[in-house]
């Protein structure tokens, strides 16, 4: 099995329990179980954390071209607003609508995004 394919598979692996556990903490409403919510942060700490040992490993192989590094770039972005959206989401006051459409939809361009990257590496 090609070494980007079992990459792809790990980060799919990464975001479905983010996701399971994203779901499951939308289902509990606020306030936020403790547990779970921390879980969810984990997991999404765990994923940045393999994605960035990943693009490092993949730059040492081979230097990147214009294609790479934006890919990068812009999947760096996504999960920064992501995470921020995420954020917003989680304090215990009203948000604004917008944001929680944000934190509703960026992670699906989020990952779309991690694949591509991943497979262009």
Known sequence: ??????????ACLFFLSMFLFGYW???MGKPYNGLIFNLHKLIGLGLGVF??????????AADFGVAQIAAVVITVLLFLCTVIA???????RPIPVAISWV????????????VVTLYIL
Do not use: C, E, F, W
């Not at 994605?51 to 040492?60: D, E, M, W």
């Not at 934190?103 to 991690?114: A, D, E, F, Q």
């Open 1 to 10: 099995m090609d070494t980007s394919l079992i990459r792809i598979i790990q």
């Open 25 to 27: 903490l939308q289902r």
């Open 51 to 60: 994605l960035i040992i990943t693009v490092v490993n993949a730059q040492h």
């Open 86 to 92: 995420g954020g917003l989401v989680s304090i215990n």
């Open 103 to 114: 934190h509703k939809v960026l992670p699906y361009i989020t990952v779309v995004s991690t």
